[in-house]
């Protein structure tokens, strides 16, 4: 779809910010994020999931 490789994350445990936080920084409104991935409670997604998710 976009093309990128998946990078391998350099940390152990990883975050960071989201489109949201750039939308809500640059335009001074209120923005949300469609989850598409199946739901894994509140931590980031195993890389296992994102072939299914963008194939």
């Given at each position: 779809?976009?093309?990128?490789?998946?990078?391998?994350?350099?940390?152990?445990?990883?975050?960071?910010?989201?489109?949201?936080?750039w939308?809500?920084?640059r335009?001074?409104?209120?923005?949300?994020?469609?989850?598409?991935?199946?739901?894994?409670?509140?931590?980031?997604?195993?890389?296992?999931?994102?072939p299914?998710?963008?194939?």
């Amino acid at each position: 779809m976009t093309r990128y490789a998946l990078a391998k994350p350099q940390k152990k445990n990883p975050s960071g910010g989201s489109d949201k936080d750039w939308f809500v920084l640059r335009f001074k409104r209120p923005g949300f994020t469609i989850g598409v991935a199946p739901y894994v409670g509140e931590r980031p997604v195993p890389l296992k999931y994102f072939p299914a998710i963008w194939s």
